[in-house]
């Protein structure tokens, strides 16, 4: 390799490192802008990314329109919600009529359970159960007794009903016109970019998809152990809905997984009947957790979507003050998508030496 092929291949490195900085700080401000209104766009955009190889093997395996299997798989998904939809939404609407109804009582039991039937000292005040749950229930009617506060419960409920409807509708649009809202994202890269952007791409879709199926995976995995758990072997009320809960929270790791085995636990406690049922608890807490994090979450995973559990906290930690719900979501993709243009970037100046 000559002088002056050094220096082009040289150039282009730099390039590339400018157009990859570029681009991910244009994403981070239309995020950030956008974060309040992207939720809808997000999750029918992850759900899309990931059934529409499966539209696209079906539309080439049978010659048939494409359209035809995007709202099939459409379908499908909404037959799928509506299920979820039927099991949890009775008992979590008793739940919350039991709370609401008796939210002083339900908050002193549970007050109970952590500090006893005593007194604890808490800032020169001696409190009891009865008394840190009267607090808490003031406080809450203070709350909802200032000006403007039912409104703004009223808005943030209307617009999470829209966001819901808004998620259908944009799914259902990903799924028909995927192929082309894709090739509309690259053409907004620069055309001599476009190469070192799709070699990016080449690395990083693999990954991301394995990811997203591999959480739902988890998910699914999480939601039946701990029915199984919690429902066929101690035996607690409202089982099936502990279950869904323990599923979902397992998408944000570390404190997603902490906050289901507190919630179940604390119904655990209130539940038991001796110490041996209170021991079964932590021994199917200490089995699922071991079960996830050992097994079933490395397999469908993988080393490749592997990311450091420092930096899960740090990417989750910082993702949620920026965007919120938006970056809680995103923070591992995120992640992933720097880790797989670093990667690239990187291979740059090994080319230089040949």
Same mark, same amino acid.
Not at 4 to 10: I, M, T, V
Not at 246 to 255: C, N, Q, R
Not at 283 to 307: M, Q, W
């Given at each position: 390799? *000559?002088?002056?092929?050094?220096?082009? /291949?040289?150039?282009? =490195?730099?390039?590339?490192?400018?157009?990859?900085?570029?681009?991910?700080?244009?994403?981070?401000?239309?995020?950030?802008?956008?974060?309040? &209104?992207?939720?809808?766009?997000?999750?029918? @955009?992850?759900?899309?990314?990931?059934?529409?190889?499966?539209?696209?093997?079906?539309?080439?395996? %049978?010659?048939?329109? /494409?359209?035809?299997?995007?709202?099939?798989?459409?379908?499908?998904?909404?037959?799928?919600?509506?299920? &979820?939809?039927?099991?949890?939404?009775?008992?979590?609407?008793?739940?919350?009529?039991?709370?609401?109804?008796?939210?002083?009582?339900?908050?002193?039991?549970? *007050?109970?359970?952590?500090? @006893?039937? !005593?007194?604890?000292?808490?800032?020169?005040?001696?409190?009891?159960? $009865?008394?840190?749950?009267?607090?808490?229930?003031?406080?809450?009617?203070?709350?909802? $007794?200032?000006?403007? *506060?039912?409104?703004?419960?009223?808005?943030? !409920?209307?617009?999470?009903?829209?966001?819901?409807?808004?998620?259908?509708? +944009? #799914?259902?649009?990903?799924?028909? @016109?995927?192929?082309?809202?894709?090739?509309?994202?690259?053409?907004? +890269?620069?055309?001599?970019?476009?190469?070192?952007?799709?070699?990016?791409?080449?690395?990083?879709?693999?990954?991301?998809?394995?990811?997203?199926?591999?959480?739902?995976? +988890? +998910?699914?995995?999480?939601?039946?152990?701990?029915?199984?758990?919690?429902?066929?072997?101690?035996?607690?009320?409202?089982?099936?809905?502990?279950? #869904?809960?323990? $599923?979902?929270?397992?998408?944000?790791?570390?404190?997603?997984?902490?906050?289901?085995?507190?919630?179940?636990?604390?119904?655990?406690?209130?539940?038991?009947?001796?110490?041996?049922?209170?021991?079964?608890?932590?021994?199917?807490?200490?089995?699922?957790?071991?079960?996830?994090?050992?097994?079933?979450?490395?397999?469908?995973? @993988? /080393?490749?979507?592997?990311? /450091?559990?420092?930096?899960?906290?740090?990417?989750?930690?910082?993702? =949620?003050?920026?965007?919120?719900?938006? !970056?809680?979501?995103?923070?591992?993709?995120?992640?992933?998508?720097?880790?797989? %243009?670093?990667?690239?970037?990187?291979?740059?100046?090994?080319?230089?030496?040949?």
């Amino acid at each position: 390799m *000559t002088q002056h092929q050094r220096h082009l /291949r040289l150039g282009d =490195a730099d390039r590339s490192t400018v157009v990859a900085i570029a681009i991910i700080a244009a994403v981070v401000v239309f995020v950030y802008l956008l974060r309040n &209104i992207l939720i809808p766009f997000v999750f029918a @955009g992850i759900i899309a990314y990931v059934c529409m190889p499966l539209v696209d093997a079906l539309a080439k395996r %049978t010659r048939q329109p /494409r359209w035809l299997f995007a709202m099939a798989v459409l379908l499908v998904l909404l037959a799928l919600a509506a299920l &979820i939809g039927f099991l949890g939404a009775p008992p979590l609407a008793r739940e919350v009529t039991h709370v609401v109804g008796d939210l002083q009582g339900t908050l002193a039991t549970l *007050t109970r359970q952590l500090i @006893g039937n !005593g007194q604890v000292t808490l800032l020169g005040n001696s409190i009891d159960a $009865g008394s840190a749950a009267a607090y808490v229930v003031n406080g809450i009617r203070a709350w909802f $007794g200032e000006s403007g *506060t039912v409104g703004t419960v009223v808005s943030l !409920g209307l617009a999470g009903l829209s966001g819901f409807v808004l998620s259908w509708v +944009v #799914l259902g649009y990903l799924l028909v @016109g995927g192929p082309q809202v894709a090739e509309g994202l690259f053409w907004l +890269v620069p055309p001599r970019s476009r190469p070192f952007v799709h070699r990016v791409w080449a690395d990083l879709d693999p990954i991301l998809r394995r990811y997203f199926i591999g959480v739902a995976l +988890v +998910v699914l995995y999480a939601s039946v152990v701990a029915y199984i758990g919690l429902g066929l072997i101690l035996g607690l009320h409202h089982a099936a809905f502990l279950a #869904l809960v323990t $599923g979902v929270l397992e998408v944000v790791p570390i404190v997603g997984p902490i906050g289901s085995a507190v919630l179940a636990g604390l119904v655990a406690v209130q539940e038991a009947r001796s110490s041996w049922s209170i021991l079964a608890y932590i021994a199917y807490a200490t089995v699922l957790r071991i079960s996830i994090d050992e097994f079933v979450g490395p397999i469908v995973l @993988g /080393r490749a979507a592997y990311v /450091r559990p420092v930096l899960v906290m740090f990417s989750f930690l910082a993702g =949620a003050v920026l965007f919120g719900v938006i !970056g809680i979501v995103l923070a591992i993709p995120a992640a992933l998508t720097i880790k797989a %243009t670093l990667a690239e970037l990187y291979k740059e100046p090994e080319a230089l030496t040949e």
